[in-house]
C-alpha cells in the first residue's frame, strides 16, 4: 500500500536522509540524551487522489501550506491524566516556505511552527520544543489540515475542528468533533493517523499518514447490445424519501434531469457535525487509521449525480463509459463517508434500444432493476468509488405494460439486458465490485485495477441478492446434484444470453467446463482491510479468457421427442426438426401428404421438460 508522510524529526543537526516505501528513519545528531536535548521538527507529505504521493511544495499545495499538530507525552501509561498525558503541541500550526529548510533549529524540511500563531489561540505565539526523555511511555501525535480554517479558529470558518480528549473508553475515541458547512470544500479536508512515539524511537523520525476525510463518487453506463444503440429514458425515485427503501415497488416518480438511485447517504446541504476517531488494534492493517461516526445533521435517502445522462447515446467500453456528468474522465462527487450503512443501493431505469441497421427498429424497457449489496456501499474516507453499469443482453424489466409504480406487468426477462455495476476505490486501496442484474443481482469482487474486468491468479467473490427482498442469498452446495451455484470456464466469448441458450436446450456451440476449487465462503476480504459477512462463492481464474457463474432457481430439464417414421397424421398436432446443432424447432406440416413426405425426420414432443431458471454473469478475465 502506498502511503503519504508527515516526519516529525528529532534531530539537532540537520541531516538529509531518503526513505524507502513506508518507512523513514530519523538520524540523530550522535548524542545522548544527557548531553543534548533534541528539538522536535515537522516535514510533511500529502495523498492525492490518484493513488500517487505528494512532498516538499507539491504537498504543502495540497494541504494548503499549513497543517495542525496536537501532541500528548506520557510519564506513565496513557490514561488521558494530567500528568500521564500533558499536552505538549495545543493544536499548534506548521506553515510551509519553499527554500528555508535549516535555517532555524526548530525547520528541517521547510516547515516552521515556531513564532506562529495556534489554531486555538493558546499560545499566541509557539515556542520550540524538545523530547522529554522522563516521559517513559511515549508521545502520541495527531494532525489535520483545511483551507476552511483560521489560524485562530474564527465562528465564520465553513470547517471547525475541536480536539476530543475526556473519553475514557478508548484510547482510539480520542480523536476531533468536526463542524462542516454545506460550502465547506470536503475534499481539503485531511486527518493524519493517531501516531504513538515510544521512548526508545525519541531519536528517529515519526511518519504521519495524512487521509482526506471524505469520500467520492461518480456514476457511468455502456452498452453491449449487438445490433442496437441504447438511450436512458428515465430513472424512478421515491418522491420524498423519508426513510431507508424497502422495495422497488416504493420507486414510483420517473424523473429525466439526474442519475438517482435510492440509497441512505449524509447531507450535504446542511451543516454537519462529525466525529473522527480511530481504528482500534483489533487489524493491525487499520489501527490508529482516522475514521468517521455517524453525523447529526441527516440524510439523503436518493442519491442523484450528474445530469447529462438521459437521451444520451451510451459508450460501448467500460472503459469509455458515458459519464452522468457529461464529462470525457468522469468527475467524482464530493460524499461523507458512511461506513455504517445497511442499505443495499437500488437502481430501476427505463431505457431505449434503436436498431442500428437502418430498419428503425425501437424497443422500449421499461422497470429495468438491479442491487448493489450494502456491503459494496459502504464509502471510506479516502475512497473515490465508480460504479459502472453495463446494458447487455440479459435482464428483468420488460417491453410490455407495467403499473402504477413502473413495475413490470407482462412476463419479465427481455432476453437483451444485464446490468453491471463496478465500483472501485481509485485512491489508496483498490476495490471494485460488478453487479449483474437478471431475474437476481449478481455481485462479483476481486481485489486489483481495472483492465476490463478482471485478471488470472487473483480470487474472485461473487454474491447474489434477491431482488424481491433485498437480501444475500447463501448457495447451496457446489458440484452435487442438490448445487445451485457452479462457474464454468468458456471455449470462447459468449453473451449471457448465449450462455442460457447453451444451457435451455439451444445450443450456441459453447463448452462450457466446470471450474476446479470453487468453494463457498462467508466473508469478503475487501482491499481496505475489512472482511464483511456476505455468502459469496468462490474461484480463482487460472487462465485468460471467458467464465460464466450460473446460478440456478429452476433447473432446465429437456422435453423428449419421438420420430414419427411409424406414426399417423394429427392436424392438431405440433411438429418438430432437429437441426444440425441438436436443437429441435417447429415446422409447419399443412397435410398428411407433407407429413407422409417428411416422416422419417419429423418429432412429436411426449415431455414437456421445464423451461429452467437462470442467473448468469460472464465474467472477462485477463
Not at 214 to 233: H, L, M, N, Q, S
Not at 303 to 315: D, M, R
Not at 359 to 377: C, L, M, N, Q, T
Amino acid at each position: 500500500m502506498k502511503k503519504s508522510f508527515l516526519f516529525l524529526a528529532a534531530i539537532g543537526a540537520i541531516t538529509l536522509t531518503s526513505c524507502s516505501n513506508d518507512d523513514f528513519v530519523g538520524q540523530g545528531p550522535g548524542t545522548t540524551p544527557a548531553e543534548k536535548s533534541e528539538a522536535i521538527v515537522f516535514s510533511g507529505g500529502a495523498t492525492k487522489q490518484t493513488r500517487a504521493d505528494l512532498y516538499g511544495g507539491a504537498a504543502a499545495t495540497k494541504l494548503g501550506n499549513k497543517f495542525v499538530v496536537y501532541g500528548t507525552k506520557h510519564t506513565t501509561a496513557e490514561d488521558k491524566t494530567a500528568d500521564n498525558d500533558a499536552v505538549v503541541f495545543n493544536n499548534f500550526q506548521v506553515g510551509y516556505t519553499a527554500n528555508t529548510a535549516g535555517t532555524t533549529e526548530s525547520n528541517s524540511s521547510d516547515w516552521e511552527y515556531v513564532g506562529k500563531q495556534a489554531y486555538d489561540a493558546t499560545p499566541t505565539s509557539q515556542a520550540i520544543k524538545y523530547w522529554d526523555y522522563s516521559a517513559a511511555q511515549g508521545y502520541t501525535f495527531y494532525a489535520f489540515s483545511s483551507s476552511d480554517i483560521s489560524y485562530p479558529a474564527n465562528a465564520s470558518d465553513k470547517v471547525s475542528v475541536t480536539k476530543v480528549t475526556t473519553d475514557e473508553t478508548s484510547l482510539y475515541n480520542k480523536g476531533y468533533a468536526v463542524t462542516v458547512k454545506p460550502e465547506a470544500t470536503l475534499n481539503n479536508l485531511y486527518f493524519s493517523d493517531r501516531v504513538p512515539v515510544a521512548k526508545a524511537d525519541y531519536d528517529k523520525t515519526v511518519s504521519f499518514t495524512f487521509r482526506n476525510i471524505g469520500a467520492k463518487v461518480r456514476v457511468g453506463f455502456y452498452e453491449t447490445i449487438p445490433g442496437y444503440t441504447v438511450k436512458i429514458d428515465k430513472f424512478y425515485v421515491k418522491n420524498p424519501a423519508e426513510a431507508a427503501i424497502t422495495n422497488f415497488a416504493e420507486m414510483n416518480t420517473g424523473k429525466t434531469d439526474y442519475f438517482y438511485a435510492s440509497l441512505q447517504n449524509v447531507k450535504r446541504n446542511v451543516a454537519q457535525t462529525l466525529n473522527v476517531t480511530y481504528y482500534d488494534d483489533t487489524d493491525e492493517t487499520i489501527e490508529n487509521r482516522p475514521k468517521l461516526t455517524q453525523p447529526t445533521g441527516g440524510y439523503y435517502y436518493t442519491l442523484a449525480l450528474g445530469n447529462q445522462i438521459i437521451g444520451k447515446t451510451l459508450g460501448t467500453s467500460a472503459n469509455a463509459p458515458t459519464w452522468t456528468d457529461g464529462s470525457i474522465s468522469g468527475d467524482y462527487t464530493p460524499v461523507y463517508p458512511f461506513e455504517e450503512n445497511t442499505n443495499p443501493m437500488l437502481v430501476k431505469l427505463d431505457f431505449t434500444m434503436t436498431a442500428d441497421d437502418g430498419s428503425g427498429d425501437v424497443i422500449k424497457v421499461r422497470g429495468a432493476r438491479a442491487i448493489v449489496p450494502a456491503e459494496y456501499v459502504k464509502w471510506k474516507s479516502n475512497f473515490a468509488y465508480t460504479y459502472i453499469f453495463k446494458i447487455s443482453d440479459k435482464s428483468n424489466g420488460t417491453t410490455g405494460e407495467v403499473d402504477t409504480n413502473g413495475d413490470p406487468t407482462d412476463p419479465e426477462g427481455l432476453k437483451p439486458i444485464t446490468f453491471d455495476a463496478i465500483v472501485v476505490d481509485v485512491t489508496e486501496e483498490l476495490q471494485q465490485t460488478i453487479t449483474s442484474v437478471s431475474t437476481n443481482s449478481i455481485t462479483t469482487y476481486a481485489e486489483g485495477a481495472i483492465v476490463n474486468e478482471y485478471n488470472t491468479g487473483k480470487p474472485i467473490y461473487v454474491a447474489i441478492s434477491d431482488n424481491s427482498t433485498h437480501s444475500v442469498i447463501t448457495p447451496s452446495a457446489i458440484g452435487d446434484a442438490n448445487g445451485n451455484a457452479q462457474v464454468y470456464s468458456l471455449d470462447k466469448a459468449a453473451t449471457e444470453a448465449e450462455v442460457l441458450g447453451q444451457l435451455t436446450g439451444s445450443p450456441m456451440g459453447i463448452t462450457m467446463t466446470a471450474v476446479s476449487g470453487t468453494s463457498i465462503e462467508g466473508n469478503v476480504p475487501l482491499a481496505d482491510g475489512t472482511t464483511p459477512a456476505i455468502a459469496n462463492v468462490k474461484f480463482t481464474p487460472s487462465a485468460e479468457g471467458y467464465y460464466a457463474y450460473v446460478y440456478t432457481t429452476t433447473k432446465y430439464v429437456a422435453p423428449t421427442y419421438a420420430v414419427q417414421t411409424s406414426g399417423t397424421y394429427n392436424s392438431s398436432n405440433t411438429y418438430y426438426m432437429l437441426s444440425g446443432s441438436g436443437a429441435y424447432y417447429a415446422v409447419s406440416v399443412p397435410n398428411e401428404a407433407a407429413f407422409t413426405a417428411n416422416k422419417a425426420s419429423l418429432y412429436l414432443k411426449t415431455e414437456a421438460g421445464t423451461a429452467g431458471v437462470y442467473d448468469i454473469k460472464v465474467i472477462k478475465v485477463q
